[in-house]
């Protein structure tokens, strides 16, 4: 089965070619957010106050645009036109101080959508105090990922919208195979409303529930964490 035509969030975030943004700091995780950005078609600008790192991402082409900067100096951070971008990604993870400066810096500045890195809970909690809109643990959310990769490789992508509740898409059922939706009573049976149906790759957002599902196909579904568990993938 070629999964790739799948990808229900993705393909509601394609709309999205006007956003701009910019990555401070290239380390790992920097470097993986500019080049899956640049290869999405975005134009991205990086900055690192080391300048190998800028060279070498260059060099690398990660990204098209990299630039020395400190980011802790606001008149910089101004001059490097970072203020102007409506996303940026805080890719600081070790250097704390460095990372919470940096936040309140952009923050500050204007900018409408700032996502941080944090390396600890401490630094969760100073990048939310400073403004953060968003902050990642990257290490923890790939364990989890893996972890529900390995016990659930029925569901191809998952937005968690809180602790408890969940937006997931997921490969219809073998037990659903030939049920119409409305025989199936996802509702009544599990508690999950159905959001979209995807056929040969392209999603039907209110599916007519006399469609019958396929397997191979792929169904979105809304609900809590616990209903979910209870759908046989
Ligand atoms: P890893 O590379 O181990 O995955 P990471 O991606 O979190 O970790 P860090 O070690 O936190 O990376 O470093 C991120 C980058 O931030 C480094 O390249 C560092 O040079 C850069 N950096 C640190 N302080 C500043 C600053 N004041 N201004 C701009 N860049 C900075």
């Known amino acids: ?11 509601l975030r394609s709309d999205r070619s006007g956003q701009s943004f910019a990555v401070i700091g290239l380390g790992r995780f ?9 290869k999405q ?16 991402a260059l060099l690398d082409r990660v990204v098209a645009h990299a630039i020395v900067v400190d980011s802790t100096q606001v008149v910089a ?16 993870g070790n250097f704390i101080q460095e990372s919470i400066i940096t936040t309140l810096n952009v923050k500050e500045g204007g900018v409408p959508n700032v996502v941080a890195k944090a390396s600890s809970e401490i630094h969760e909690t100073l990048l939310r105090k400073v403004g953060a809109d968003h902050v990642i643990f990257p290490e923890h959310e790939a364990g989890c990922n893996l972890a529900l990769s390995l016990t659930k490789p029925g569901i191809l992508d998952r937005l968690d919208l809180d602790a408890d509740n969940s937006i997931v898409e997921i490969v219809v059922p073998e037990k659903f195979h030939g049920k119409t939706i409305a025989e199936l009573q996802l509702r009544s049976r599990y508690g999950l409303n159905m959001l979209a149906y995807s056929q040969n790759g392209k999603f039907n957002v209110n599916p ?8 191979g196909n792929a169904i979105v579904v809304i609900g809590t964490n616990k209903d979910i568990d209870r759908l046989p993938i």
Do not use: H, W
């Not at 007519?208 to 397997?215: Q, S």
């Open 1 to 11: 089965m070629d999964l790739s035509s799948f990808g229900f969030f993705s393909s």
């Open 77 to 92: 951070l101004k001059e490097a036109g970072i203020l102007e971008q409506e996303t940026v990604i805080v890719a600081i």
């Open 30 to 38: 920097g470097r993986a957010v500019c080049s899956t950005l640049t």
């Open 208 to 215: 007519d529930p006399n469609t019958a599902l396929m397997k």
């Open 41 to 56: 078609g975005y134009d991205v600008l990086a900055v690192d106050s080391d300048e190998l790192k800028v060279s070498q």
